[in-house]
């Protein structure tokens, strides 16, 4: 096992809205240094993530690679669920099981060289069971080969926005001497992937392809209807677990996935998701000392979030400034439009943290405010300032503005040339 590098993690504080990036970003101008933690994790590696903000709550050793053995099938996941979400695959498919995927060694071993099986089947055997057999079957069955399958991969890292220390050169996560005459010979080097890049993966998956969870959290399941055993959920903590007399004291509420992972390089793995009163937590562990042991320190990880923090609304959407309650447009017909901020935030804080936001706006320079606009059109910019969290929404108008007439815009400005022009009389005279 790799010699454990410790020091105190990070709650941090940094703000990354995902859930606002969509139309418009909202930025972190001042972050206070981190705060110092210290849960006591025996773990080469962790992090705990908010999934919906992307908000780090806690980190130690996040940017250092480690093999992440069967953790890796993340990756393959999500390249399955990108195959059905394009239309290129569906869960009726049939799999077919290659040479090479019946020779896998590890987890899995249900899959019969030279018979297919339909796509959905295989993927619980990858979700639930951690099968390698799988892995290389939809490997095989996406990429033609699975050394094919591993450089997308590492495409698909890269525009997933992961970190150079993450690195694939199979779907299953296992070290290359364990791959014997199939390892792959135009990829390098083993494996690699950090602790905050396994969280990013499991967020992509999360929030992209949350049918996922549906897999993940199922406690057990046969393979074939006639197997005398189901598979066994190497995820000890999921939720399901609640009434199994072997697990029940590992059962997390709320907790529905994501990847358990073991090698003899990699040690015991865990990144693990849970769900509670609105607040979805990720968690990874790497390179714990056992196989109980990954499941005590992730619940370290996610008490200390779910305890420590909240989901907190600090502005809602369409909400009126009590300082600017319209724009005005020179060439509207109503010249006086109404305005609201176009977009909410919600932060995850500490539940102790009390603050009250302060909100400045930036109307757009009335060269640039025009008519027509739509409702919802932008016209300006809010800034948010909550405790020392600086954020930008837009300002944005409540209904569709018309555009004056030619007629009614001479009037203007005939009413603005004896306007001006008799202010300047009245001048003369004070």
Known sequence: MVTKRKRFGRAAVILSCAILAQTFSPFLHNAKAAEQVDLGLNVNAAVLMDAETGQILYAENENEPYQPASM??????????????????????MIFTTEHAADAIGSGQQMAEGVSY???KVF???SIYSGNDAAVAFADHIGGTEEQFAKLMNETAKKLGLSSGTYFINSTGLSRRDMGKYAPTTLEGETLLTALDAAKLAQAIVLEHPEVLEFTK???LKFNEADAKPMVNWNWMVE????????K???YDGLDGLKTGHTSDAGYCFTGTAERNGMRLISVVMGAESEKARFNETRKLLDYGFNS???????????????????HIPNALNQEVPVVVGQGIELIVAKTEQATPQLTANVYPEDQLKAPLKAEDQVGTVTVVYGDRTMEVPLIVTED???????????????????GLFGGIVGLFK
């Open 72 to 93: 890796t099938k993340m990756m393959t996941e999500y390249l399955i669920m990108e195959e059905i979400e394009a239309g290129r695959m569906t869960w009726e498919d």
């Open 401 to 419: 503005v018309e555009k004056a007439g030619w007629f009614r815009m001479l009037m203007r400005g005939i009413g603005g040339f004896f306007s």
């Open 118 to 120: 339909p796509a959905k």
């Open 124 to 126: 619980e055997l990858l």
């Open 249 to 251: 004291s590992y059962a």
């Open 218 to 220: 199922i406690p057990s």
């Open 309 to 327: 923090f909240e989901k907190r609304t600090i502005l809602s959407a369409k909400t009126e400034l009590p300082d600017l309650k319209t724009v």
């Open 240 to 247: 399901g677990n609640k009434e199994n007399q072997n697990f």
